[in-house]
Every structure is written in structure tokens, then in C-alpha cells.
């Protein structure tokens, strides 16, 4: 169904422009590949929490960790497979933590700046087909993330409501899972991938 799907958009866009490259075709062919990925799994993912009854616990988490992942990045998995399962566990076992769990405040400001520091080493992690080679962006995108990070971790310490405080904490976590190199390895794909271009360049 997917590939028949994205078959017949990529045909119209060959009919409606003939000037098209190859290489825009194919990077036309990703975007749709990915925007399929994400709406399905999303569809899955909110019938699932509407059956847990945890609807808004999983939309707050989704919203605030694609904020940290934007500046972040970090891990892609290969097969959609291994995406939708990780991002099932991601997105119904934290919102239920986020929901059901109370975490002590004193637990929070003791892994406030571990959690910061993890996100200041890792971020931003690229990915083979994105790879991040402008060094500038690379230290722009660093810094915001440890922005981020630290905001949200301030966020998670103050605000009073638990689930809305462990929603924060819990965006920050699952970005730090997707950007250490042993992810990466478990999902079989390459880290640093800029580090090939910087490479290339001293050839």
C-alpha cells in the first residue's frame, strides 16, 4: 500500500513537472516516504492512547520532544518496523509514566544537569541521508539544544502538576536515547556521518 501509494504521487509530480533532476526526484520521494511514516504511525499511536485513555499525556509528549528533537536530531531507524515498535514504546510507556508515576522534585534537580550535560556531548546527532556538515550549524544546533534541555528541565522542577513535570523531563530522556552512539548501533546505522565529508575534504 505504501509504495503503491507513494508510486502514484511521484508519477503526478513527473507529469505536472517534466524538468525535475533525478536527484530532486529523489529527494521529493523521501519526503514523501517519511510523511507516510509519520501520519500512520501517529494514526496507530493516538488510537492506541485513546484506548489507554492517555490521549493528551501522549500529544503534550509528542509536541515537546519534536521541539528538542528539531535543534537535537538524532537516530532514524531503517525499517519502519523498528520505527513504529520504538516509537510505540517511546509514546505509550512515557505517557503512562508522565500520567500514573510521581517523581520527586528532589529525583528531578538530581538529574537535571546529568540529563543537560548528555544533551551538550550528543546534539546534534545526524543521520546518513541528513548528514549535518556545516560546523557552524552543527555548534548553533548545540547550543540550542542544551537551551532546550535546560529550560525544560527548569520547567519540570517548577511546575507543580506531576504529569505536565514529567512530561518535560521525559522529552529530554527519549532525545538522549535517540542521540547516543549505542542506539545508532542497535538500529544498525552509522553515526557522525559528517565526519565522511570532513574525511573526502582532507583526500
Request: hydrophobic content about 45%; proline content about 2%.
Amino acid at each position: 500500500m505504501k509504495n503503491a501509494l507513494i508510486n502514484k504521487c511521484m508519477n503526478l509530480i513527473r507529469s505536472y513537472n517534466k524538468n525535475y533532476t533525478k536527484k530532486q526526484l529523489d529527494t521529493i520521494k523521501y519526503g514523501l516516504e517519511g510523511l507516510y511514516l509519520t501520519i500512520t504511525k501517529l494514526i496507530i499511536i493516538f488510537i492506541v492512547s485513546i484506548v489507554l485513555g492517555i490521549f493528551n499525556e501522549v500529544l503534550c509528549l509528542i509536541v515537546t520532544f519534536n521541539i528538542i528533537r528539531l535543534f537535537s536530531f538524532g537516530v532514524h531507524a531503517k525499517k519502519s518496523s523498528h520505527c513504529m515498535i520504538s516509537s510505540l514504546i517511546f509514546f505509550i510507556t512515557f505517557p503512562l509514566i508522565c500520567k500514573y508515576v510521581t517523581i520527586s522534585k528532589e529525583l528531578k534537580e538530581i538529574l537535571a544537569i546529568p540529563l543537560v550535560i548528555l544533551i551538550g556531548i550528543y546534539s546534534p546527532a545526524d543521520t546518513e541521508k541528513r548528514p549535518l556538515k556545516d560546523k557552524k550549524k552543527r555548534i548553533i544546533y548545540k547550543i540550542l539544544s542544551i537551551i532546550i534541555a535546560s529550560i525544560f528541565m527548569i520547567l519540570s522542577i517548577k511546575i507543580q502538576n506531576n504529569t505536565l513535570s514529567n512530561n518535560f523531563m521525559f522529552a529530554v530522556i527519549i532525545q538522549i536515547i535517540i542521540i547516543l552512539p549505542i542506539t545508532y548501533k542497535i538500529f544498525g546505522v552509522s553515526y557522525k556521518n559528517y565526519k565522511k565529508y570532513e574525511n573526502n575534504k582532507e583526500d
